[in-house]
């Protein structure tokens, strides 16, 4: 056999998993859909290490005693995140991302909803804004990460590049957002806001516009397996102003992106790191 129909044999097998894959991952979501319908509770105060509130203790407090006051809260390690999701869909699809980010050293972690109505992605952006601003005044912190699945990335990077978001978003990851656009589904253009991720709309125009001076570090996870990204290149993040890294995920399709563990296990990676990376690219194979 030569080498191009053993190519083509292999992709096509990867491809298959990958199906199969997102048929899994996509039944399994719809069980868990309608819980995410419910907006989080939020917790108030300044949020210590644990990952919870310092105001609203986890058990009774003990009788006071004058002379030995508590110890004050510790800050979180690290900044807040804020997890974004994608169109038509809900903070649900984040259940094992949320796990395996609070585990990482007590993270304050929150799953924001937007209406499945909305039309427009710079509305979104700019709700995004109001929450992130009230998130940093009940949290203490002055900035955040945010990681955005599909749609819910390229609402983020609007809200960094256009509303002046980086000043609030330290590291922004992407996972399967059309950066580009998408030319997938051409039916579905019937709707406002799937015609804006269309290659060409004027909200992606805006987001080649430039953007000198950036703060926010850009991580883009892409998959050479996402039917949904059309052609599969659009989920990678290709701007001069922009500090991106690029990191290509091997063997799964669009909707495993938030939930398999190679990727979650990439993300707490890309926020652990601390300084300014150069724009680079990296592979993770899950095949």
């Not at 292999?10 to 199906?19: C, D, E, G, K, V």
């Not at 804004?129 to 609007?158: F, K, M, N, P, W």
Request: net charge positive; with cysteine; charged share 20%.
């Amino acid at each position: 056999m030569g080498f191009l129909p053993l190519l083509r044999m292999r992709m096509s097998i990867a491809l298959l998993r990958a199906t199969a894959l997102e048929l899994a991952v996509l039944t399994a979501h719809m069980i868990v859909y309608p819980s995410g319908l419910i907006p989080e509770r939020r917790i108030p105060g300044p949020i210590g290490a644990s990952g919870t509130s310092a105001d609203v203790p986890d058990a009774p407090h003990p009788p006071h005693v004058p002379d030995s006051p508590a110890p004050p809260a510790l800050p979180a390690p690290h900044p807040p995140a804020v997890l974004l999701h994608g169109f038509v869909d809900n903070r649900s699809v984040f259940v094992l991302l949320r796990r395996a980010l609070v585990r990482q050293g007590g993270r304050h972690v929150e799953s924001l909803n937007y209406s499945p109505l909305t039309c427009d992605i710079r509305t979104a952006a700019e709700l995004l804004g109001r929450h992130v601003e009230e998130i940093c005044a009940r949290t203490g912190r002055q900035r955040i990460d945010i990681v955005g699945h599909s749609l819910g990335g390229l609402i983020a990077r609007y809200y960094v590049q256009r509303l002046g978001g980086d000043r609030r978003v330290r590291t922004l990851v992407t996972l399967g957002t059309p950066h580009a656009g998408t030319s997938v589904a051409p039916l579905a253009s019937a709707h406002p806001i799937v015609r804006q991720m269309r290659p060409g709309s004027a909200v992606i125009e805006e987001l080649q516009l430039p953007a000198p001076g950036c703060r926010t570090r850009f991580v883009s996870f892409w998959s050479d397996l996402d039917q949904i990204m059309v052609p599969l290149e659009t989920a990678r993040l290709e701007h001069p102003d922009l500090i991106a890294r690029n990191v290509r995920v091997s063997g799964i399709g669009h909707l495993a992106l938030p939930v398999h563990p190679a990727v979650a296990a990439g993300i707490r990676e890309a926020l652990e790191a601390s300084g300014v990376e150069a724009e680079s690219s990296d592979v993770v194979s899950v095949a």
